[in-house]
């Protein structure tokens, strides 16, 4: 353990005065939650992904759950999502009674795969939860085609995309329903928060209703026109989002540049690097993941980094192997192999806007000394 020198964490956020005042103004207002603050933090992250609606909420789950209300998901109903992702994208089917299906991905893009979207639907499919996966965008195009086909609502869990573009647009401008998250590792941080943005009026005016506990719009305090939830987002949280909203072109331009500091310095280690962007797919930076050649023990590397004082993480387990899926619906090894494969072997390096280029000199060199 080299003792002397700092811990390279996994993740930081990027706050500044501008984001400390926002927020003092707020607290100095007294008006915590349902003040002026949220709408506009919801007109910056809808100016932000070029959408025409957004409604802020407590979380990314909160805003996934939602959405399978708007795609109708209930008792009996089938929804395909990937396996290789947070939990909650599949989570959110199970709130509301429906069983998740999982296709498998591909194994370049760590997306789902649409042929094996396509095998994947059966008479019970509802709807499609397509993830862009560590800020990759998905492939939408042939998502929306397969939608389009089979009678299937889009949900895109964008969670990890705020800043990616497909075909030259936003991801959020395409159309569909999309889920954003604010947790403090992601792009830009609220706290906790999240949001769904829309493109459908009557959409958002369900979402805005389902997230304060059913409420109409024309609704007194104590009214509630339908079962809600209270995923509101408080105007402390949308406060720092604002700063963060603010400055999301320089994050975003920073990770970026960090990114491509990792694939020059880690040009000769013997991983497979994060794919590069194409004409279609513009990533927004959320993690830097490499995967391990296979046959490397990854938690020995996982161990020699953190000996080394460098925080890592096995990003991501595949949810169908977690032991509540496996449990709850038979799942076992071997049913998504691409999936699990890239489980086994991708790790994700410490990743953040101002990571500095000695820390990453740092990791680099003691993953090419631990994969040696
Ligand atoms: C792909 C994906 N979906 C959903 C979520 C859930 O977001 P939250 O943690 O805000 O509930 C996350 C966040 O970790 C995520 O990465």
Redesign the pocket.
Known sequence: MTASRTRIGLSAPWIDERDEELVLEVLRSGWLSLGPTGPRFESLVAAAVEAPHCAAVS??????HLCMRLAGVGPGDEVVTSPY??V??ANCAIYEGGTPVFADIDPRTYNLDPDAVVAAITPKTKAIVA???FGYPCELAELTAICEQHGLSLVE?A??ALGARYRGRPVGSHGHPA?W???P??QMTTG???AVTTHDAGEHELLVSLRNQGRLETSSWLQHGRLGFNYRLDDISAALGIGQVEKLDRILAARRGVAAEYADLLADVDVELPIEDDVDHERSW?VYVVKLPAGVDRDGVMHRLSDEGIATAPYLPSIHLQSYMRERYGFREGMLPVSEDCSSRTLALPFHARLERADQERVAAALRAAIA
């Open positions: 979380s990314g789950t909160a805003g996934l992702s947070f909650a994208s993830v862009d996966i869990d969670c990890e889920v998250a604010f947790y590792n992601k906790e928060g999240g959320f």
